[in-house]
């Protein structure tokens, strides 16, 4: 625990694009079956799963919310895991985190009780 460190956060204007990353080596080495996912948080919502990559796989979810505009990729050599965001909206300011967990993402992989790593969050502002 404690392995997933975050950045890339900051303010951007509506329609603009942003790309968080997450230091996660341990879970994208080589032949390591794990499941890295984005969650956010904004202030008196629930955390939602934002987007996930099954890191042996490669295969990556999505939640409904971020439809399309954003984008979950592994970098096996530097060992992160980024969140690329597009056309961003005033709804997907939030605290961001990273979250891991061994095994496959599956379709649970939205429920934050899989996870059993988390990073600090990161901050995202987005201004209209």
């Known amino acids: 625990q404690g392995r997933l460190v975050e950045s890339g956060g900051g303010s951007v204007q509506a329609g603009g694009s942003l790309t968080l990353s997450c230091t996660a080596s341990e879970y994208t080495r080589t032949n390591v079956n794990a499941c890295v996912s984005w969650f956010r948080q904004a202030p008196g919502k629930e955390r939602e799963g934002v987007a996930a990559?099954?890191?042996?796989?490669?295969?990556?979810s999505y939640g409904g919310n971020v439809g399309g505009r954003f984008t979950i990729s592994q970098d096996k050599v530097l060992g992160t895991v980024s969140l690329q965001m597009d056309s961003l909206k005033s709804d997907d300011a939030a605290k961001y985190y990273c979250?891991?967990?061994?095994?496959?993402?599956?379709?649970?992989?939205?429920?934050?009780?899989?996870?059993?790593?988390w990073g600090q969050g990161t901050q995202v502002t987005v201004s209209s």
């Open positions: 979250a891991a967990s061994r095994g496959w993402c599956g379709q649970s992989w939205s429920a934050a009780s899989k996870y059993n790593d």
């Open positions: 990559i099954s890191t042996l796989a490669g295969t990556t």
